[in-house]
């Protein structure tokens, strides 16, 4: 099981790649979607409570439920409160979930990756094909990402 400087390293290799490949796909918006794309090549680590990946979703997720629930409190709005609740979610899954289980999963990817979709489509795909970078490295895309 690669570390998650090798999940980084083979994620800036693809990036660099793409790059090269199709230079005329470059543009500033799939630029600034890099960091999430490396993000997502390390989150389904996340379940892993010694990861780096781990350590700062935690604080991330705590810090977002928190704020999520004081301004749904001063300012009442459904989509701050969903996503007070959502982080509170993850929070709990983090807790509970095993290592190679559903965060490990080829349903997860689109699943963690749904919130992008408001930021834009290619924000969304570059974060599934980071979190399937991932399966793909560990072995797992193939199998389904649910093995023993």
Do not use: Q
Request: charged content about 10%; aromatic content about 16%.
């Amino acid at each position: 099981m690669p570390s998650g400087r090798v999940h980084l390293l083979i994620g800036a290799a693809a990036v660099a790649l793409v790059v090269f490949v199709f230079p005329k796909m470059v543009s500033i918006e799939a630029f600034l979607t890099v960091p999430i794309f490396l993000i997502y090549t390390l989150l389904p680590d996340i379940d892993i409570p010694t990861s780096s990946i781990s350590a700062h979703a935690r604080k991330f997720f705590l810090v977002a439920a928190l704020m999520g629930a004081v301004a749904d409190y001063f300012f009442p709005n459904l989509y701050v409160l969903l996503f007070a609740i959502v982080a509170g979610v993850v929070i709990v899954a983090m807790t509970f979930a095993t290592h190679r289980r559903f965060f490990h999963s080829l349903l997860a990817g689109p699943l963690l990756a749904a919130p992008l979709i408001y930021v834009g489509w290619v924000w969304f795909f570059s974060g599934v094909l980071g979190y399937y970078l991932h399966l793909l490295a560990d072995g797992e895309f193939f199998s389904g990402g649910l093995s023993s």
